[in-house]
């Protein structure tokens, strides 16, 4: 009976489940990496990092350079982290995909080792 009880529910809502997590983990990646907000700020001052112009045009000038370098130094920092992110929920797809195509093999290899260690 038991036997049983778990063969129904590792072919059935077991089976359902693990395919199931695929979106609750890409979700947790992009909440981790805070994908959404690093798209929104892209652009940005890294760090908020920006220098007030001045008055001549000189100091306007080496601030609009400050600003421009801020913003590329932003710009790169958060591109690698969103490529991180990618990379993260490819690898977390990829590695579902092999779960859900080995799942259903996972009892059948626990009683074959078993019968291969009686021997």
Not at 51 to 66: E, F, I, N
Not at 76 to 83: G, K, N
Request: glycine residues 10%; proline residues 3%.
């Amino acid at each position: 009976m038991l036997i049983g009880a778990f063969f129904s529910w590792w072919y059935g809502r077991g089976w359902q489940h693990a395919a199931g997590g695929l979106g609750r983990r890409l979700l947790a990646i992009s909440e981790q990496f805070s994908v959404k907000q690093l798209s929104r700020t892209l652009f940005q001052p890294w760090r908020r990092i920006t220098t007030a112009p001045g008055s001549s045009l000189d100091d306007k000038l080496r601030a609009m350079v400050d600003n421009l370098v801020s913003r590329c130094v932003g710009f790169v920092v958060r591109s690698l982290v969103l490529a991180g992110a990618t990379l993260s929920m490819l690898l977390v797809g990829v590695l579902t995909i092999v779960e859900i195509l080995v799942w259903p093999l996972l009892p059948l290899a626990a009683v074959a080792l078993i019968v291969k260690g009686l021997m």
